[in-house]
């Protein structure tokens, strides 16, 4: 089959087209895009169930982590004031983990960006589709109108004006024969006239999802920018309520993330199937919907040397010779009957969807997989974060010492009280 102008499959399509592929009873399933096939969505939902699988892995590991630190740690010596060894590697650690959470929330942004920009493609070749196909009919109906009118109109008047020379009577019926073959002839022109499926609402409902995707990500990206925010700065201040709150905030992000990894990693996986050969599936599907010939779908979706024009039947430049009245719309028709500008218009899609879209939904998949690794490591390094803050002394915003190691102490000093300000404390010198 031929590939529209432009399109290719990129080597993204054909990496994620070769992965294996099983149902739930781990049997293989071809990769062949079929989602109406019970197998291909068990095959895809178990990627999905992977993304799960991969969460509750992280839950149980740091679930684990946390019981061998509180309960496997060794008893302090009474009266210690030390912190436990390794404070400031934790916490730094810490920060590095939500430093890397930032750089995937950039890409996160990026991804989403390209996906819109891939699925703005898409409805802007199915509305500049729907406007070809109308025009094609506005045009046939227009002229038909015209044809009709000069039958009803001009022939008749000829008739009744010759009505004395028989010779001439009859080259005007002859005349209006021809234009009622004519008129009939246009109307099978008009191809899509009455066919329920509109471009038009696929674009409409295209736009209403994206629009949907689009704000639920860049609400997910902004709620963990907020929580890695707010960790720093409870990290910063040493604020044991405020890195709580976040920790809380970070596992239901980390939810969030894994679901969204599941979901991305799906949908990708179904795309690239999508992607590598569409042409079979997008001519069984348009020939499903609309009921047309195969021989019309073949010559607008594959529009190569091959397909014969299945318009070429219909005496379209007699026509716009013999009646120089809709000269103007046989030209217009013959340019828009050519396969050309909606074949361009189905390319259009294909690099949008296959390439723009596909690369933001790996971005994304990125994001995913960043982040969640990054909050998992922040769960784990967070409740031993809190536990090295010292304790909050009503006086002690008198030395304002406390903010001077915003991160981390990796040992507490002896304090000494200040004699002019009793109740106060102080570092030595």
């Not at 094609?136 to 009709?148: A, C, M, Q």
């Not at 004519?182 to 994206?210: C, H, K």
């Amino acid at each position: 089959m031929g590939a529209p102008p432009g399109y290719r499959p990129s080597a993204w399509v054909h990496l994620l087209h070769q992965l294996p592929r099983a149902d739930f009873q781990l049997r293989p399933v071809s990769s062949g895009f079929a989602p109406q096939e019970q197998e291909y969505q068990q095959a895809l939902l178990l990627v999905v169930a992977l993304a799960g699988l991969g969460l509750g892995l992280s839950l149980i590991l740091i679930a684990a982590y946390l019981i061998r630190v509180c309960c496997c740690r060794p008893p302090e010596p009474p009266g210690s004031k030390s912190p436990p060894p390794g404070g400031g590697c934790v916490t730094w650690s810490c920060i590095a983990a939500l430093l890397v959470s930032c750089t995937g929330i950039g890409i996160g942004f990026y991804g989403n960006s390209e996906t819109s920009d891939g699925v703005s493609q898409l409805s802007s070749a199915l509305l500049h589709a729907n406007h070809t196909l109308s025009a094609i009919d506005h045009l046939v109906l227009e002229t038909v109108e015209r044809l009709g009118e000069a039958v009803r109109t001009e022939l008749t008047t000829l008739e009744e004006v010759f009505t004395q020379r028989t010779e001439l009577v009859a080259a005007t019926r002859g005349a209006r024969r021809q234009a009622e073959a004519v008129a009939q002839q246009l109307q099978g022109l008009a191809f899509w006239q009455g066919v329920p499926l509109s471009p038009l609402q696929v674009a409409e409902d295209v736009s209403f999802v994206e629009e949907y995707r689009w704000l639920a990500y860049v609400l997910l990206l902004l709620l963990e920018l907020l929580v890695c925010l707010f960790t720093l700065l409870g990290l910063a201040k040493q604020s044991k309520w405020l890195v709580i709150v976040m920790t809380v905030m970070s596992l239901v992000v980390l939810v969030l993330s894994w679901g969204s990894l599941g979901l991305e990693a799906a949908t990708a996986v179904g795309l690239s199937d999508f992607c590598s050969s569409p042409d079979t599936y997008v001519l069984n599907l348009t020939q499903e919907e609309t009921g047309l010939g195969s021989d019309i779908l073949n010559y607008y979706f594959l529009c190569n040397q091959a397909v014969s024009n299945p318009f070429q039947q219909k005496p379209l430049l007699s026509l716009e010779e013999t009646l120089n009245v809709t000269e103007g719309n046989f030209h217009q028709l013959v340019a828009l009957l050519n396969c050309r500008s909606l074949h361009k218009d189905y390319g259009t899609a294909l690099r949008g969807l296959c390439e723009d879209a596909l690369e933001g939904l790996l971005f994304l998949l990125l994001f995913s997989l960043l982040s969640a690794g990054a909050l998992a490591t922040a769960l784990c390094s967070l409740p031993r974060a809190w536990a090295l803050f010292p304790t909050r002394n009503p006086s002690a915003s008198c030395s304002g010492s406390r903010l001077s190691e915003p991160f981390f102490h990796a040992r507490r000093e002896a304090a000494t009280p200040l004699r002019s300000l009793p109740g106060c404390w102080r570092r030595p010198h």
